[in-house]
């Protein structure tokens, strides 16, 4: 198949331009089925159509005129899975000791629990 240097450089090159189209491809499907909410169904259709029958051609055009669009639907869908991981984890931490602590003392102030109780969850608190 590579009968020299040349032709092992070309096939590099196609190869690396091919996976090259197809992450930019992806790219575009997700962004246009996945983050777009605002363009039409009919409008999404008209894309894929060009993106299979005209397909280098259509992700510049694509890249083009709708590039500075994705790169901000990106940061937002990026930010949205950010709060909802720092949300998720804070709920799955829990309180600290020293809340713990804060809010057995404010029961025990209340009157909710008594001295020992308090001294129990305190306890437990610091482990």
Do not use: C
Not at 86 to 97: E, H, K, T
């Amino acid at each position: 198949m590579w009968h020299t240097f040349w032709d092992f450089l070309w096939s590099a090159i196609v190869i690396f331009a091919f996976i090259a189209y197809l992450l930019i491809l992806f790219n575009i499907v997700v962004d246009m089925f996945w983050r777009d909410h605002q363009t039409s169904g009919w409008v999404k259709a008209i894309w894929v159509v060009f993106l299979i029958v005209f397909p280098y051609l259509t992700a510049l055009v694509y890249l083009i005129a709708r590039g500075e669009g994705m790169a901000i639907r990106a940061r937002e869908s990026a930010a949205a899975a950010k709060r909802e991981t720092d949300a998720y984890i804070r709920d799955v931490a829990g309180r600290s000791p020293t809340q713990e602590i804060a809010h057995a003392k404010e029961l025990l102030d209340a009157g909710t629990i008594t001295q020992a109780e308090f001294e129990s969850l305190k306890a437990k608190a610091l482990g």
